[in-house]
């Protein structure tokens, strides 16, 4: 595959040519080949997108939710059926390996499947009224034009799992996807608009983080959801809670693995392994942190050590490959620059440093690492979300000392305890403060049919997923209803 696609925008259902600057979306497998080039949307897109969500909105809020959920059905049956050529295309174009690629794109069309089942639950409530003769409903509505936001790392998965339940509940949207995945973006607002979703809305604008900007600023945006990093989610929410906009900020993370002495050591380095290094450590739930029992510590790093050494790192889209490139070279070189600072404070445990020649030297791609960080100032390898195939360890002397340390950072999305002893992974989910708590498996992944999100530094507003997608999508409306 090495065709480029003409990068295009979705406004009032036509696919149109961008007014602002020129983008060059390249593959960070391989950064000659160029996957999409055209021009990213301006103001003036911003402007037109939105004036035609809002147009839209009457009819589709009235629309009845099963014909609104039809719209999601036929979209999700166009993306599994190219799960493999789509795929393709987002191994390519973000650099995940072709095999979470194609599951990624499997997971969004089931996502679109579950939301347009959601709007036949029950979505409202009736109450027993003090006053004779009069009944109290809540009922729910939708909440009008939603701004999109989105992170480069799932580029298929996570727009599905905010728009799926924003068009299930009759909103109309104007979506921005991250600078490096227009393809992908591309491909879902296909999908929803073969399967006949009306004019104006869903409108995609591809663009750099300035198109962004225009959209939490816009005055006719009644909501936005964004996820991304913890910095930028919280910039846009100050911006918007000073004009009353309300948000939804899935952000970053910095979860740990505790492992403690009666665990199962192969399951820990397996899922640790797996945590860490699937998606080249570039995923928000990513294990980057693991605090292992000192009886056992010596036997976990050796197994770990020999674990990681035999990862296979190369192009996403060869057979065999479990770790593929970071998104971009700038992305490269800032994960690179703190493993060379790492070597001057923390004792490596597996760090070939980078790579300087051959094949992996041309993309953005950085070897999976380890590091023993010390108690006294772990660093940033401890505290600052890397996103890469990093892991900072230190060993705790007991079971409550490992659970503080889970905690001992400014997120709280997820944590994996590993643990034979019922009672301690009982203790676990008391103690530990994070959204996403997994015993005995990975601290990543996320299962489409129950809540996600975080706590602390990692998420702001209604968690997303499962039936509480609904809450930030929705708005409620209490009735006192006399005859
Ligand atoms: P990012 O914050 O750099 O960008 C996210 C989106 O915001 C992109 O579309 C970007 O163009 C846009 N943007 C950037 N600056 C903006 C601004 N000032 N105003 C408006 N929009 C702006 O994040 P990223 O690098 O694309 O993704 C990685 C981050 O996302 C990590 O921190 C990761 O943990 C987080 N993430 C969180 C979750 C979660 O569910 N908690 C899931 C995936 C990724």
Redesign the pocket.
Known sequence: MTETTLLQHLIDGRWVTGGGEELVDVNPSRPSDVVATGPGADHADVDRAVAAARAAFASWSRTPARARAAVLRGAADIAAAHAEEWGAELAREEGKTLAEAVAEVAHGANILRYHAHDVERPSGEVYESPTPGERILVVRRPVGVMGA??????PFS?PAWKLAPALAWGNTIVW?????VPVLAMRFAQALQQAGLPDGVLNLVNG??A???A??AHPDIDAVT????????R??AAQLAARGVPFQG????KNAALVLDDADLDLAVEQVAVGAFRAAG????ATSRVIVHEAVADRFLAALAERTAAARVGDAVADGIEVGPL?DAAARDRVNAALERASGYARPVVAPGPYREGPLSEGFFVPPSVFEVPESDPGELWRE?L?GPVVAVRRVASAAEGFRLVDDSDYG?SAAIFTTDLGRALAAIEEVRVGVVHVNSASAGADLHVP???NRG??LGPK?QGQAARDFFTETATVYLRG
Not at 282 to 285: A, D, W
Request: with cysteine; proline share 4%.
């Open positions: 936001i989105t992170p480069f790392n799932f996570i921005k996807p991250a600078t490096f750099t983080a198109v962004g900007e959209i939490a964004f996820t991304g990093s913890t910095r930028v989610g910039a846009i899935e952000l970053g993370g570039q995923k928000c739930t998104v979300e996103f999305l996600f999100g975080g990692s998420a997303e």
